[in-house]
T-cell receptor, first 113, second 116 residues
């Protein structure tokens, strides 16, 4: 079946540091890939997505590129802020069938001033 | 604002009690789902629906029932609450994807349930 692997963290960075959160996946066919963000006490919000190989999703300074050859979708940001402290979830979704979503375990990011 | 509305936000139940968690969306989304979120376990799918009258089980369906009589509403019923059902529950909805790609979810703000 489908699966998504990401480290649980926490990842602790100083403000303005470069962020990478790794995400790798296993899936049949050609899934779409997503990153969601969850701030404390809230539901998840869609951060960015990519629907085919070599697509780059971007939003709020975050980027991720759909790499089919390495089955990866790593999240990056050039300069993190304290307000980026949250839990980040990588996910995939098939476009066929019942389109269930598979989530990674979530990576907690702490940014310190 | 358009979105997914979950009620209640907090609930405490005694073991053996039943209750219904409500979920409503006003975006005309075909797909709706329920997840539970537990520390160290990420999000686990309980039940989902691809349209009115169509539901199916996810990873952890035991102890929960759902129905989908309208496009807008997707309630989750706990039949006889157990301490193992203490969790944060999220409802999420989306349009169904096409061959060009899938859509992302819109999530509700969650229901924090404690069973004592």
């Amino acid at each position: 079946g489908n699966s998504v692997t990401q480290m649980e963290g926490p990842v602790t960075l100083s403000e303005e540091a470069f962020l990478t959160i790794n995400c790798t996946y296993t899936a049949t066919g050609y899934p779409s890939l997503f990153w969601y963000v969850q701030y404390p006490g809230e539901g998840l919000q869609l951060l960015l997505k990519a629907t085919k190989a070599d697509d780059k999703g971007s939003n709020k300074g975050f980027e991720a590129t759909y790499r089919k050859e390495t089955t990866s979708f790593h999240l990056e940001k050039g300069s993190v802020q304290v307000s980026d402290s949250a839990v980040y979830f990588c996910a995939l979704r098939s476009s066929g069938g019942y389109q269930k979503v598979t989530f990674g375990i979530g990576t907690k990011l702490q940014v310190i001033p | 604002n358009a979105g997914v509305t979950q009620t209640p936000k907090f609930q405490v139940l005694k073991t053996g009690q039943s209750m219904t968690l409500q979920c409503a969306q006003d975006m005309n989304h075909e797909y709706m789902s329920w997840y539970r979120q537990d520390p160290g376990m990420g999000l686990r799918l309980i039940h989902y629906s691809v349209g009115a009258g169509i539901t199916d089980q996810g990873e952890v369906p035991n102890g929960y029932n759902v129905s989908r009589s309208t496009t807008e509403d997707f309630p989750l019923r706990l039949l006889s609450a157990a301490p193992s059902q203490t969790s944060v529950y999220f409802c999420a909805s989306s349009s169904l994807g096409t061959a060009l790609g899938a859509y992302g979810y819109t999530f509700g703000s969650g229901t924090r349930l404690t069973v004592v």
